[in-house]
């Protein structure tokens, strides 16, 4: 089966590490922020001026003028700074992010993401997303693997206004962990239940698959 929201999320988690600065886009990535691992310390930071978001809040922790950059309601962690969005770019642009999660529409083979415009359709315009591209080496896409008419989103070229250019290296999707480099994705993991066939008949691009594909654990 297709991986939920939920678990794509609680996939990314796995990457984080203690003491990591992390910035969650809009979507799915915002998730991510309900299962840092206990006893790790993560710093989730928004473009909009929030360093130390915490966990979606409860009815009785809701505050409704904290928000992360997608306008929804947020936590603070003990230690938490909030602070212009000028500073928060100037975080983000000097590289002092160590993780980036984002939403796209499509990836490429060449690491390229288009995650902004679709054309025709009215879009509300680039926001942070173009200068965390720029700005991180360490970057996790989160999308479905295919539209929903079932036209792949992992393609040979991207047909969408880049966002960036050469920027992404791992993908997860609802379907598999797929890493990039030397203009092709390979198949590092699955989604429990999906078979390997599924995965690249869903592929666009060239895929490369190892002898053995393990399936995702959630522990």
């Keep these: ?32 922020a309900n299962f840092v691992p206990q006893g790790m310390e993560v710093m989730l930071q928004s473009e909009n001026g929030l360093l130390g978001m915490g966990a979606f809040p409860t009815e009785e922790t809701l505050d409704a003028d904290m928000i992360n950059a997608g ?18 770019f100037a975080m983000i642009r000097g590289g002092h992010v160590d993780l980036t999660v984002l939403g796209a529409f499509e990836v490429d083979v060449h ?50 206004p880049l966002t960036g250019k050469g920027c992404i290296k791992k993908v997860l999707t609802d379907l598999a962990w797929i890493e990039i480099d030397a203009g092709q994705f390979t198949l590092v993991e699955r989604a429990p239940g999906v078979s390997v066939e599924e995965i690249v008949e869903k592929t666009a691009g060239k895929l490369v ?8 654990t959630f522990a």
């Design 1 to 32: 089966m297709a991986l939920t929201r939920e678990q794509m999320a609680q996939r990314v988690a796995q990457e984080l590490r203690d003491g990591y600065y992390v910035n969650l886009g809009i979507g799915i990535p915002t998730l991510v």
């Design 209 to 216: 698959v190892p002898e053995h594909v393990p399936e995702m």
């Design 111 to 160: 690491g390229n993401i288009a995650s902004w415009m679709i054309p025709n359709k009215l879009v509300k315009g680039m926001g942070g997303a173009m200068d965390l591209v720029a700005g991180a080496d360490n970057i996790i896409v989160t999308m479905t693997h295919a539209s929903k008419n079932g036209e792949s989103k992992l393609l040979a070229d991207c047909s969408l």
């Design 71 to 88: 306008k929804q309601t947020v936590t603070a962690v003990k230690g938490a700074s909030i602070f212009s969005s000028a500073e928060s």
